[in-house]
């Protein structure tokens, strides 16, 4: 996915800003990660690199344990991060239908996002909520007992919000 | 007693003071607790909430609402508790929309308990059985989950007047060697899934030289399964952070972590709310309690690695380095974090030990079995009744624990095995179901304590899946260091694979328990040693299964996606519905010439919708297997059709 370097500077500055706060000692580097990813919604280059320099570290180091760790992200999410729970209680309850049931119908694949930066989808160990199997989250917001065409009304849900949204835009106008 | 911690002693007496008049001003007007952990919001916990207030807000009614963790009974969330003079303290079950509300209203102002939503009173009485009267509160002994479900993790008086942090003030009294003495006659073995002995582990890291030590609580609950940490982080933080500080004491660190997983985020928050308010009733940090002790924890976010969950990883990653184990000896209670010995210890097993404290090692050896004491924490999900969490003596049987605490399979379905302690364990089948639950039976019987996850399978699971499954988490988390690991499950799961897409050889079998053998030894740390367990208990106790995948292209239970196919019985379609054709998301059912339903198995994404939207009179939909049975089956239809049409 190509950044804009609007996307670019915004990144470099929120790092530098992040960095700024922390001393080098190496024990400092995955919570400055996780910071970046927290307010980026992802890890861009440009991000690894200034991280890098702070620590004093090859670059190399950084993407080692970028890739290391699954909660990562190289690319930005959509603005709604659908997460499939693929822990056991929810895959034999038919998660993998369910994590189809979403790529047919965003038409992305795993770990992909949508053109419109609308949706992403991205797999999750477990979530810890097992008897609520299976279980998606959206952005922080878990949704259990989730079925081929509960997917359908989440979607048909959001779009209705978002066209409130747009109507209210419009009307405060 | 020293002169400084009669001090502490006093300083604590006056916070428990205090906290209890917090606890008594809330059972002043009518009290409503509403279970609100990740499980319960799941199920609805927040909107029941809202609901609640809005209800009493109109009613004008004064009444005190808190939000509290899980119960254990997951089953039946949302759930809401509700205090009333004149009344046992009722639990209220399944309660959804409109009945909160409902419940509150009819109760407070006319009288009516609302019976019939219900699940159990609290306290023995005439009118309504307790927790106590069912097979499962038979069954359980709650120690670590006691308060869960029933005090505001977010208020630290409610945990001080329940019993909290009377044992850490205890553990300022005793020397580091009464701790751990006290630990290791209390035979408490680690929670995290090995078993090993909590005090030996301590001794170590008392007896290692050097000033600077630490301790760390592992809350890395990895295992796809298991839940029963984030419920105690949750509901009960204290309990957590007041272990920890024992810990502490015991090895004579001052500064210590909370590992704690990403992918619970309410967990964090909790807990560090919970450290916060500790820090601030002098309970961490500088002079605990104005005693010679200071120590205070900081919370370390883990990364989404299930490696992590091993020490020797756990310490990589906290040092900013991608989580790999290393060999042991020397074992981090001798070098840990930064080369310091460092205690780590599971949430479980820490919360144990102000409990030991408080209530000595003989109580704690009186439960459970000899060389198992205590209780042990499983979380129960699957096809069972009851899911949940469940606390119960060590030994109790897998029996028991199914049907008595679980309430047996749900819809009426077979039982047919039970997977325990996630990628580590193992499944065990019905002939297993009076192994008592301890580290060595488990082992014994070819599975794993693990963390104490437990998933029961009926008879739609297929066994050989759900080794593929587990074959391919463990091949996705292995950290790559060691080449049996890396490679041996790869292979392993090609096999698997192939085997569920009935493409399976007579030789796998055979293939995969030598691979097993070889993976086995080959691994330096835990993944790699137990990630065939799976595999081997399923071969061992399903072998076959894998012989009808492979030889027959078929799977028993018609849940492998390529072996199965979905079929309209023409006799129990009932024209007129059209439930199927409207569930279907890709268009794929329509009628034949005799309005009956037809799957098209060209456009089929087997997605289970029409087989869920059939209404339960007619049952049309069934799943054939090997997928070729369809072409019989229509064939049968034509015929049967062309029979009639000549009479």
Redesign the interface.
């Known amino acids: 996915m190509n950044l804009t370097a609007e996307e670019k500077r915004i990144a470099t500055e929120t790092t530098r800003q992040l960095l700024s706060t922390y001393n080098d000692s190496?024990?400092?580097?995955?919570?400055v990660?996780?910071q970046v990813q927290n307010k980026l919604g992802y890890v861009p280059a440009v991000a690894m690199e200034e991280v890098a320099a702070h620590?004093n570290v090859p670059a190399v180091d950084v993407y080692?344990?970028i890739t290391?760790?699954?909660?990562?992200r190289l690319t930005p999410p959509g603005k709604r991060q659908v997460k499939i729970c693929?822990?056991?209680?929810?895959?034999?309850?038919?998660a993998?239908?369910i994590q189809?049931?979403w790529e047919?119908?965003l038409n992305i694949k795993m770990g992909e996002t949508t053109e419109d930066r609308e949706y992403s989808l991205e797999r999750?160990?477990?979530?810890?909520?097992?008897?609520?199997?299976p279980?998606v989250l959206i952005n922080?917001e878990?949704?259990?007992k989730i079925?081929?065409?509960r997917v359908?009304g989440l979607i048909f849900s959001h779009q209705l919000d978002k066209q409130k949204e747009k109507e209210g835009a419009a009307r405060d106008e | 007693m020293s002169n400084h911690n009669a001090a502490a002693a006093a300083a604590f007496a006056k916070l428990q003071e205090e906290a209890q008049k917090d606890w008594d001003r809330l059972r002043e007007k009518p009290l409503i607790l509403i279970g609100a952990a990740t499980c319960g919001r799941a199920a609805g916990a927040l909107n029941l909430l809202e609901e609640v207030k809005n209800e009493l807000a109109e009613l004008k009614l004064d009444a005190n609402v808190l939000e509290v963790g899980c119960m254990g009974h997951c089953y039946a969330e949302p759930i809401m508790v509700i205090y009333n003079e004149g009344f046992p303290a009722i639990c209220y079950g399944y309660v959804t929309e409109g009945v909160g509300a409902r419940i509150v209203r009819d109760y407070l102002t006319e009288g009516d308990p609302g019976i019939e939503f219900a699940l159990a009173a609290l306290e023995p009485n005439d009118m309504f059985p307790t927790f106590a009267d069912f097979p499962r509160g038979i069954h359980e002994n709650k120690i670590v989950l006691e308060q869960c479900g029933f005090i505001d993790p977010q208020n630290i008086d409610h945990y001080i007047a329940t019993g909290g942090y009377v044992a850490l003030t205890r553990a300022l009294d005793m020397t580091s060697q009464e701790i751990v003495t006290t630990i290791k006659e209390s035979g408490l073995r680690g929670r995290g899934g090995a078993g090993f002995p909590t005090g030996i582990k301590w001794q170590t890291c008392l007896d290692a030289p050097g000033t600077t030590k630490y301790v760390i609580c592992n809350a890395d609950e990895g295992d796809p399964g298991a839940f029963m940490d984030r419920t105690i982080l949750e509901s009960n933080p204290h309990l957590m952070i007041e272990g920890l500080a024992i810990a502490a004491r015991a090895v004579g660190a001052t500064k210590g972590y909370v590992y704690i997983r990403a992918e619970y985020p309410l967990a964090v928050e909790r807990v560090a709310l919970a450290i916060e308010q500790a820090r601030s009733k002098g309970l961490l940090g500088d002079n605990i309690l104005g005693s010679d002790y200071s120590f205070d924890i900081e919370i370390f976010q883990g990364s989404g690695a299930f490696v992590c969950g091993e020490e020797s990883a756990l310490i990589a990653s906290m040092e900013g380095e991608p989580g790999i184990p290393r060999h042991r000896p020397p074992f981090p209670a001798q070098s840990g974090l930064w080369g310091r010995p460092t205690v780590i210890n599971n949430v479980k097993s820490l919360s144990y030990v102000p409990h030991i404290i408080k209530n000595g090692a003989a109580w704690f050896t009186g439960i459970g079995s000899e060389k198992n004491p205590g209780t042990a924490i499983f979380a129960l999900a699957g096809k069972v009744v009851n899911t949940g969490l469940a606390e119960v003596p060590m030994s109790t049987t897998l029996n028991e624990l199914i049907n008595d605490v679980g309430s047996g399979i749900a819809g009426g379905k077979k039982f047919k095995a039970v997977q325990i302690g996630g990628p580590s364990g193992g499944c065990l089948p019905e002939s297993a179901m009076d192994t008592p639950i301890d580290f060595d039976s488990l082992t014994r019987a070819g599975a794993m304590m693990g963390s104490g996850g437990m998933v029961v399978l009926d008879e739609d699971d297929c066994m050989v899946e759900i080794a593929r499954f587990f074959l391919d988490f463990t091949q996705q988390e292995s950290c790559g260091k060691c080449t049996f690991c890396r490679l041996g499950t790869k292979h392993m799961l090609d096999i698997l694979e192939r085997i569920t897409k009935g493409q399976g050889k007579p030789e796998d079998i055979d293939t995969l328990t030598q691979l097993a053998a070889k993976v086995k030894a080959g691994s330096l740390c835990s993944l790699g040693k137990t990630a065939p367990n799976p595999v081997l208990s399923t071969i061992k106790y399903f072998r076959d299964e894998y012989e009808a995948h492979i030889n027959e292209g078929r799977c028993p239970s018609k849940m492998c996606k390529d072996l199965i196919a979905y079929y309209i019985l023409p006799e129990k379609c009932e024209r007129s519905c059209d439930a199927c054709v409207g569930s279907c998301p890709v268009e794929a059912i329509g009628d034949n010439e005799d309005r009956i339903k037809v799957i098209d198995q060209e456009k089929c994404v087997k997605c289970d919708s029409c087989m869920v939207a059939c209404p339960p009179q007619y049952k049309a939909v069934v799943k054939l297997s090997p997928p070729h049975l369809v072409e019989e089956k229509d064939r049968e239809y034509r015929e049967g059709k062309q029979k009639w049409q000549k009479q």
Do not use: K, W
């Open positions: 190496r024990g400092n580097l995955i919570p990660l996780q620590f080692g344990i290391f760790y699954n909660q990562f693929m822990g056991t209680a929810c895959h034999m309850r038919g993998q239908i189809e049931s047919r119908r999750v160990a477990c979530v810890g909520c097992c008897t609520m199997a279980v922080e878990v949704h259990g079925t081929p065409t359908d």
